[in-house]
């Protein structure tokens, strides 16, 4: 199943960056790590929170001097507990799409922020709670969680003339995890932070 999904994923992003090669006068590729303050919330608010790590690739299309779109593919893991004493450890794929307004300046920094799609992907996930632990299981079981989790991410960063981006990011989780309507299980980034290193072109220049 996640051979699956990833592989027509990664077929997609590679192809959009060679039609967007093709298409577009701006274009950068590159590195990004960082972190965030991730969690998961009930119907009840009842919280796991806790810090999640992050590593993949990001595109930065420049479409004109003030619109851009800066797709990434990035693996996610990390744990988030409640109580001290209940866990939950998630490994995700995750592929937000945030149309930015980006300006560009005279000496090839570039300011910029936006919103779009957030694509999630329940990799595996383990519980834990007291000592003893299980994984979880995905599916459209009752007692099973959604592998797909899809949201909204709000982002802004700036990038230098060298290359190096620095971003902030939120992302909100709209997809009941659950399968059942009498529970509710939704994602939350309150917040995160990356770094990367962009590599570019302005071949139509």
């Not at 298409?23 to 796991?48: C, H, K």
């Not at 939950?88 to 300006?103: D, E, F, G, N, W």
């Not at 009941?176 to 072109?201: C, H, P």
């Amino acid at each position: 199943m996640r051979k699956t999904l990833l592989k027509p994923l990664g077929m997609a992003f590679i192809g959009l960056i060679s039609f967007s090669s093709a298409s577009f006068a701006q274009i950068s590729v590159g590195p990004e790590l960082g972190f965030t303050a991730s969690g998961l919330y009930d119907q009840d608010a009842d919280t796991y929170a806790g810090a999640n790590i992050h590593g993949g690739v990001t595109a930065h299309f420049q479409l004109n001097h003030f619109l851009a779109v800066r797709p990434s593919v990035l693996f996610r893991t990390g744990k988030m507990s409640y109580d001290d004493m209940d866990e939950i450890k998630l490994s995700r794929i995750s592929i937000p799409v945030p149309i930015m307004y980006s300006h560009v300046f005279d000496n090839s920094s570039t300011l910029f922020a936006g919103l779009g799609p957030n694509f999630m992907y329940n990799m595996s996930g383990k519980y834990s709670s007291d000592g003893w632990s299980e994984d979880i299981e995905f599916g459209s079981g009752d007692e099973q969680l959604k592998r797909m989790d899809i949201g909204v991410q709000v982002k802004a960063g700036y990038q230098f003339a060298n290359g190096i981006a620095l971003s902030s990011f939120i992302n909100i989780g709209t997809t009941n995890l659950y399968n059942t309507s009498e529970q509710k299980l939704r994602s939350l980034d309150a917040i995160g932070f990356s770094v990367g290193w962009m590599f570019g072109s302005h071949s139509s220049e």
